[in-house]
C-alpha cells in the first residue's frame, strides 16, 4: 500500500476509474457485489475441500466448511461429537 492510500500496482487513473464505478452502482450495488463476493469465496473453499477428501459426502463438506469459517472452538461448539477435517 502505497502512502496515498492506493495498491503499489494501482495507477492513480486506474483508482478514479474504479471509484466512479462504485460511486455510480450505489450501496445497494455494492453491498450485491460483497454478498457475490461471499458466496464465491465460500463456493471456491468448498471446492478445495471436495479436492482434498472427494470421500466427503454432501454433509460432511459442509461441516468442514463451517469448521474453516467458524474456527475450532466455536465449531466444537456448535456441532459437538461431529468429526471432519477441513
Not at 462504485?22 to 455494492?30: E, F, N
Not at 471446492?47 to 459426502?57: K, M, S, W
Not at 454432501?58 to 466444537?76: K, P, S
Amino acid at each position: 500500500m502505497e502512502a496515498n492510500g492506493l495498491p503499489a500496482d494501482t495507477s492513480l487513473e486506474a483508482a478514479r476509474v474504479q471509484f466512479d464505478v462504485l460511486r455510480k452502482i450505489g450501496p445497494q450495488g455494492r453491498i450485491k457485489m460483497v454478498f457475490e463476493s461471499s458466496d464465491r469465496l465460500r463456493e471456491i473453499a468448498l471446492a478445495g475441500i471436495r479436492r482434498r477428501h472427494p470421500e466427503y459426502t454432501d454433509e460432511m463438506a459442509r461441516l468442514a466448511l463451517f469448521r474453516l469459517t467458524l474456527g475450532e472452538d466455536l465449531f466444537r461448539r456448535a456441532f459437538p461429537g461431529r468429526e471432519v477435517a477441513a
